[in-house]
């Protein structure tokens, strides 16, 4: 059984490593250990990230900025790897694809939300962002001040779920005019998804 396992995640690893669709792309890796003068480039790969309207001073600030790397140092603690991810990640995009061929596997990008966990997965079109800040553990001292029924999904394996959860939202129809029963089956129909 051992070595059936082990058989099976190395097979799931090196689909994943070879297949572009399914790597996760580290932003806030690359953007903290870059210095000011990388950031033209990073803003060439990464456009979305930089708007316009903003100065060069807003980046370069950011970059130094004692509390953001902090956060950063926190994240690389609990996310010195994300292949568990890539992993379950490959398994959800295959059934997916399996249920909708018409599914497109989304590019993959973590990122630092400053702790936004209103927005810890944030689903667009053709990408996919994942918020590692807002998994580092309940008990994280980022998170105190944050009700304790909230902060207790920010864990690691509820990361999915998350993932599960945006999806069924674009998937799952929602109606205007809600009664108590069009809730029920809305959220029903979700946890279904998920």
Request: hydrophobic share 40%; glycine share 4%.
């Amino acid at each position: 059984l051992m070595i059936l396992f082990f058989l099976s995640v190395v097979s799931c690893d090196e689909k994943v490593d070879k297949n572009g669709k399914y790597f996760i792309d580290r932003f806030e890796k690359q953007f903290y250990n870059s210095k000011p003068s990388d950031l033209d480039g990073l803003k060439k790969k990464y456009p979305y990230f930089f708007p316009k309207s903003f100065p060069e001073s807003v980046w370069k600030d950011r970059l130094n900025d004692p509390i953001q790397k902090e956060i950063f140092k926190e994240i690389q603690k609990e996310f010195e790897s994300v292949k568990f991810l890539e992993i379950e990640l490959f398994d959800f995009f295959d059934k997916n694809t399996e249920i909708n061929k018409e599914f497109l596997n989304p590019k993959v990008i973590t990122v630092n939300t400053d702790v936004d966990y209103k927005n810890k997965i944030i689903l667009a079109d053709s990408i996919l962002l994942i918020g590692l800040d807002n998994y580092l553990g309940p008990s994280h001292p980022f998170y105190e001040g944050i009700p304790l029924y909230i902060k207790e999904d920010f864990k690691a394996l509820n990361i999915m779920s998350d993932i599960a959860e945006q999806y069924a939202i674009k998937i799952v129809p929602k109606i205007d005019y809600y009664t108590f029963l069009d809730k029920i089956i809305y959220f029903g129909k979700i946890l279904y998804y998920k």
